[in-house]
């Protein structure tokens, strides 16, 4: 059995309608939730009904080519799923002997990880837009010619833009020990970035479009997720003091007559660049999740060397000795 993907770029919409929610590690169950214009409806917990879990470490990259990135993630999703089944296989052998085994064992969330990046300037379209649907050859030559990349991704969503000035959030992260659904997982990260910018002294807000906005007309963040037998991939992507121009080149994520803004526009701060975001980020995304984030070199030395190789020559030579 092939195992599933689950790609989303999540919208909200008035009337409830049928949502993707994790059932195993090789399908997809469709059930039934109303979606909310809220950070969390009715559906998602206040609180994650689970076992305290180990911090969760994070390592800050920059000036990181997309694709470079998206090859990064998937070969910590990867990993991800062979260490699990590692465990799973043990406890397995362990319930066989006899003896009792640990219940967490098959998922302590132990190899989690939170990638914080900004990427060279790129221009990045979603699934729903690969092959036929993708945009024309001449217009991807024409984003081209200002500067940036144009590559097509296994994220939700439509087009949008990543570049110099803006924070990448990249969580690898098993959902199954969390026990959240997707649609909860998304509206998580919602919460985390409000939280961000709650600490600079924004409002922001969901609304009926995806992502976290000010407003209805002025976007902030963008989100788009993408799980893989429980292990989600992409994420979220907050403007700090991005160079906006990019975006007035395309209709961002689709939606037509939207603005997109910064937390340095929005106060009048250019000197708001996303290591100054990155402290309060992770505090916000700390407190929504119920971990203590740790940077990776302060828990995993090695790890966190073999990522930054990996960054810098696009071998994975050192991580797959890990």
Same mark, same amino acid.
């Given at each position: ?7 989303? /770029? ?26 909310? &214009? +809220?950070? #969390? ?8 009904? =689970? ?19 998206? %090859? ?5 999703? !990867?990993?991800?799923? =062979? ?9 397995? #052998?362990?319930?066989? !002997? ?15 990880l939170l990638l914080i990046v ?5 221009? +990045?379209?979603?699934?729903?837009? =690969? ?17 940036? &990349? ?6 939700? /969503?439509? @087009? ?13 992260? %098993?959902?199954?020990? @969390? ?25 922001? @807000?969901? #609304? ?33 003091? +991005? ?16 603005? #997109? ?6 106060? %009048?701060?250019?000197? @708001?660049d996303v290591a100054k975001v ?21 828990? !995993? ?7 930054? %190789?990996?960054?810098?020559?696009? !071998? ?7």
């Amino acid at each position: 059995m092939r195992p599933s993907l689950l790609i989303l /770029g999540i919208a909200r919409h008035s009337q409830p309608r049928p949502i993707l929610t994790l059932h195993s590690f090789t399908s997809v169950r469709v059930s039934s939730e109303a979606s909310t &214009t +809220t950070s #969390t409806g009715p559906t998602c917990p206040s609180q994650i009904p =689970r076992p305290p879990l180990p911090p969760l470490p994070y390592i800050y990259l920059r000036d990181l080519p997309y694709s470079r990135g998206s %090859d990064l993630q998937q070969f910590l999703v !990867d990993r991800q799923i =062979r260490l699990r089944k590692e465990r799973e296989e043990k406890l397995s #052998t362990l319930n066989v !002997d006899g003896t009792q085994g640990n219940s967490e064992l098959s998922e302590d969330g132990s190899h989690d990880l939170l990638l914080i990046v900004e990427h060279t300037p790129t221009y +990045t379209n979603g699934r729903r837009n =690969r092959g036929a649907q993708a945009i024309s050859d001449n217009e991807a030559d024409r984003l081209k010619k200002l500067g940036a &990349t144009y590559v097509e991704s296994l994220r939700g /969503g439509e @087009i949008t833009y990543h570049g110099p000035g803006q924070l990448v959030a990249y969580p690898i992260l %098993d959902l199954k020990p @969390i026990k959240l659904s997707v649609r909860c997982y998304v509206s998580y990260l919602e919460k985390a970035i409000i939280a961000t910018c709650a600490a600079w002294g924004i409002k922001a @807000i969901t #609304t009926e479009n995806t992502g976290v906005w000010l407003n209805d007309q002025q976007k902030i963040a963008a989100i788009g997720v993408h799980v893989q037998r429980y292990i989600t991939s992409h994420g979220l992507a907050l403007n700090c003091n +991005t160079d906006l121009e990019y975006f007035n080149q395309i209709v961002a994520c689709g939606l037509s007559g939207k603005e #997109t803004t910064s937390l340095s526009k929005e106060l %009048d701060d250019p000197s @708001i660049d996303v290591a100054k975001v990155i402290p309060t980020f992770v505090s916000g995304f700390g407190k929504v999740f119920e971990r203590s984030l740790v940077p990776l070199a302060d828990k !995993d030395k090695t790890l966190e060397q073999a990522v930054r %190789d990996y960054c810098q020559t696009g !071998d994975f030579a050192k991580l797959k000795e890990l």
